[in-house]
């Protein structure tokens, strides 16, 4: 009897463990953050890109030009003319990655060529995603720099509008990839506060030395 018992202890110790087993196997959920690595990197990066080239053309003009008129058709051109150089760029990046994973695939024989070809990236998607994050991003120093006339305070609202979308853009970019979110923020935020220093400085230098447009 005692025999029996210990068998059937045994047995039902092996069941329990089997189940625990079982259930911490359903508990892990293994996320891939790798898959969204190609439409996250167009999308962020066309955002911040919007945000600091715009921004960078309007305070480049602000620097020698005091005319709201002239800093915001400067920041509508190099809205339309960067979502355009994004989208193309990215389409066309994208695009020699597929050809080139494509071509792999056919010299390996795959037998699931056309399953395996809807997994790779979209030329499309990350063309079309470059350049709307790019546009989102122009949009944010035009708005706050529209409505203002005043030079100095004009240049200090387009100044806090990029620094708070700085901080919202690379804080968005941390959380999605998992990174480290106070440092990655800082991290775009010195950035952009480079990218306008130095192309306000610079352009204010060359006019000062006479090298800016003659009238």
Same mark, same amino acid.
């Given at each position: 009897m005692a025999s029996i018992s210990n068998i059937q202890e045994l047995a039902k110790n092996d069941k329990e463990k089997q189940t625990m087993q079982v259930d911490q196997n359903l508990e892990v959920e293994i996320v891939d953050y790798s898959k969204r690595a190609q439409w996250l990197r167009a999308a962020v990066l066309g955002a911040n890109d919007g945000l600091l080239s715009t921004s960078s053309l309007m305070m480049g003009i602000g620097a020698i030009n005091q005319d709201a008129k002239s800093m915001i058709l400067t920041g509508i051109a190099g809205l339309v003319a960067g979502a355009c150089s994004m989208a193309i760029g990215e389409f066309v990046s994208v695009y020699s990655q597929y050809d080139i994973e494509v071509s792999q695939m056919k010299r390996e024989n795959a037998t699931e060529l056309e399953e395996k070809k809807k997994k790779l990236p979209s030329p499309l998607q990350a063309g079309g995603a470059s350049a709307f994050a790019f546009a989102i991003g122009a949009i944010v120093p035009l708005l706050a720099a529209i409505f203002v006339k005043d030079y100095h305070v004009r240049l200090g609202v387009v100044v806090s509008a990029v620094s708070l979308a700085l901080l919202g853009f690379g804080g968005l970019g941390a959380? /999605?990839?998992?990174?480290? &979110?106070?440092?990655?923020? /800082?991290? *775009? /935020?010195?950035?952009?506060?480079?990218?306008?220093?130095?192309?306000?400085? %610079?352009?204010? &230098?060359?006019?000062?030395?006479? %090298?800016?447009? *003659?009238?």
């Open positions: 959380y /999605l990839g998992k990174a480290p &979110l106070v440092k990655s923020s /800082l991290r *775009v /935020l010195i950035g952009g506060w480079l990218a306008m220093g130095i192309t306000f400085g %610079l352009t204010k &230098l060359a006019a000062i030395t006479g %090298l800016s447009m *003659v009238n």
